[in-house]
């Protein structure tokens, strides 16, 4: 099984503009060493400025549901395209959407054959994502998100409640999980539960070296 | 199998404070007389003065997922609850909501023994409503709401894809449909599509005889 | 300068359905006892019952821009009237709206010769406030909502610059404080920094004697 | 008098990506040869690319009251000056803004040294930006937005009360109106209500031939 890393610079001063693209570049080369496949979602600006400098997958934080037309300040999808997303975060828990413009998000993704990976805050969340059939639900207790303390190990039942759910209402979605990952055993046990990788940030957006962080992230699988 | 009539006063003049009420007893009288459940959903302010007066089953139009707490101006489960009504109404298309407050809504009223009625815009969206496990899917294509041309005439395929991907997901869950219905054949085929009834506002609420335009309703089941 | 205590019952159980008669009763008899203006906020299912039932200016917690049409749970300006309420929170910390909104809002409750108590985070907003022309503009720094200490105490610049603020942009505007609000020497205090009361919720609403509490909060004034 | 016109590319396909560059470079041809102030909003993944490329002031189409943190999805004000963007819209009618985010947006584009547009939808709207202190208010009554009707035919008194308010509360403020305009005699109307000039967006982006459109704009100042 494959595993997949996303990490989410969020609106981090350590991951904003020029420091977006030195994080990328560790994903990047952590990426190269060991195999696992790393991608970065920096904030929306700074897109097509990662995307043009680094060969790594990158991802929109956010993407709105609207199409062309009179949506001033709406996140289009062809926009982050064509300024090399892959793919996006979907409602994450600091950005929440209604459920018709997270239906109209995935649809708009999918139709230009980009990744949607919407975020969840409970089991019953997740069974909800996954009816709309995107590649990845993540799965975010929100007392977790910053906390330090890894989901895998806070509440693993939700992880493998959310993993089951998941495969009922469509087998092909992956789950991620995310909160509080930072570390080696973190993602292991992420993988353990049943998840096909993990969502970061603080962990390692926030680290002293946050390279070495990602190397020993990916140190146990 | 029964047939549910939802009637949605939304903030029609027609429909507010003793409004209300003579709506809620045109509900009361065609229930009894024709043996079909209608239920009414007044507006939050005008719930209690109708369900204190009128033997009626009595819906909120919207419930937050609030808990007790700081939470100014939600709408809270127990609050609609001692005020007498019986379920809500969840995310209509003239207020949306997030995916999270769905699922906490839809939890908050089955944790008080109380009716969901969760609205979506498509096929996916009721794919993913369903999988919360409320009892109603009530589906409205928004373009259709308050046009006049009922969605059972133009848009059946949006009704039996409804049904099928509620009944996929979780065969507990009712479907109604909504947007544009008001006269005895919208409801006959509303039925015939497979759904369990219907959701309706301006078609009854502004006709100049609403009980007789109720009547006519249900005069073809 | 009469002074004005506006009483939130939020989403407290302490202050949901049948106890916010009893709070509503509490205002009342220690209005009445003190020469002192109270008015409740209940939530707005209990608006009905509770403007029905005791003889108190009752306010709405919320209430939207929106007009008479498809707005389905929106709160609706004749609908809280036709209850009983007398005016309106708006714009209050835990239920922001919009600029737009908040103009709708402000401009319905006068055209109905209701009440605006327009909540603010800070000077500036205070300011923005004041000239959309209301009765009342609320500061409540929202760090210090429900925090027990009293804004009087820990951030009195913040009163008297709101004060200031509001003036010079429309001397008819008078500005209430808010948060950590619950003494007698909190409320004197306030007013001693040139506020014309206060707006205050779980110092009352959750005490062991409401009726108690207030008489404390008015009796160095 | 300076006059300033701001095209805003909203979600248009004619707008988005590398249409943006050449509508960016249009604006900088005819800024250049007619010595008017033109500056460009593209969407916002756009930001950098148009900045880096064409040597014109780039606006943002939104921006969002968060500071660096936590907050995923959201615009943050180092992210877009970073990008090269000189200023921003705020509170556009088609991504309206709570007042608490308003007030924050123009604090961190003020404390950046960048420029900010509030967009309002009526004279009291005007009237509550203006008290924010921004360098322009852009008022555009939504019922005339992407109409082809211009606000300064259809409507001028709501310019000139616009003026008149923003006058009233900060002389410092300057107007511009936006709605429908697209012609050379729109913007001359536009200035001689006392705007200082537009907010404009389908009438160029979406013309034959937008340079060209550009130039009849300014043909009369």
Redesign the interface.
């Known amino acids: 099984m494959s595993v997949f890393i996303l990490l ?1 610079c ?4 350590e991951g ?3 420091n977006a693209i030195t994080l990328a570049e560790a994903c990047r080369d952590v990426a190269e060493s060991s195999g696992v496949e790393i991608a970065i ?1 920096p ?7 990662v995307a043009s400098v680094v060969d790594v997958p990158v991802y ?3 993407i709105d549901g ?11 999808v ?3 395209k ?2 090399g ?1 892959v793919g996006s ?1 979907i ?13 109209a998000a995935a ?1 708009a993704l999918k139709a230009n054959n980009m990744t949607s990976v919407i975020c ?3 089991v ?2 997740t ?7 995107p590649e990845y639900v993540a799965i975010e207790p929100p007392e977790l ?2 906390s330090g303390i890894p989901v895998s190990k806070a509440d693993p039942g939700v992880v493998t409640d959310s993993v089951d759910a998941a495969k009922r ?1 469509n087998p092909n979605v992956k789950v991620l999980c995310g909160a509080g990952i930072s570390k080696g055993e973190d993602l292991k046990a992420a993988i353990e539960l049943g998840s096909q990788g993990v969502l970061l ?2 962990g390692i957006v926030k680290a002293k070296d946050p390279k070495a962080a990602l190397y020993d992230l990916v140190s146990l699988i």
């Open positions: 989410n969020k609106t981090y001063d904003t503009g020029i979602a904030q929306i600006p700074d897109i097509f400025r929109s934080q956010h609207a199409g062309p037309g009179s949506h001033t300040g709406h996140v289009y062809k926009s982050i064509e300024a997303a975060l409602n994450h828990s600091e950005c929440r959407m209604t459920l018709a413009d997270i239906e649809a969840t805050n409970n019953a969340a069974a909800a994502a996954a009816a709309l059939g998100i910053g209402i940030a603080s």
